[in-house]
């Protein structure tokens, strides 16, 4: 199995910056595409970017592209998100997951997923 776990969130003013990662353990991490994805209460799950195996294929919801950056490390097993220019709309949970093998911006081609960690912009 593949274990992933969050870690960045916390509560940044609008036009800040934060920086979130994703440690996985358990499998080969070069062998899974991964994304990035958040949810607010009463919503259902939004897809914010994903990553190719290697890091050459990266995609953006129209939401965050030029504002989000997402990123990969394989020899530390850690895949990231640079958020930039944060917006109160971006306040959500965030949730990374992977799959095999291509990057996908649908949920439900996700294999495995983190428990989350919440991010909040304040105004």
């Known amino acids: 199995q593949v274990q992933l776990v969050e870690s960045g969130g916390g509560l940044v003013q609008a036009g800040g910056s934060l920086r979130l990662s994703c440690a996985t353990s358990?499998?080969?991490?070069?062998?899974?595409?991964m994304g990035w994805f958040r949810q607010t209460p009463g919503k259902e799950r939004e897809f914010v970017a994903t990553?190719?195996?290697?890091?050459?294929?990266?995609y953006y919801a129209d939401s965050v592209k030029g504002r989000f950056t997402i990123s990969r490390d394989n020899a530390k097993n850690t895949v990231y998100l640079q958020m930039n220019s944060l917006k109160p709309e971006d306040t959500a949970v965030y949730y990374c997951?992977?799959?095999?093998?291509?990057?996908?911006?649908?949920?439900?081609?996700?294999?495995?997923w983190g428990q989350g960690t919440q991010v909040t912009v304040s105004s």
């Open positions: 997951a992977a799959r095999k093998w291509a990057a996908s911006a649908r949920t439900d081609e996700y294999e495995y």
């Open positions: 358990g499998r080969t991490f070069s062998s899974y595409a």
């Open positions: 990553i190719s195996l290697s890091g050459g294929s990266t």
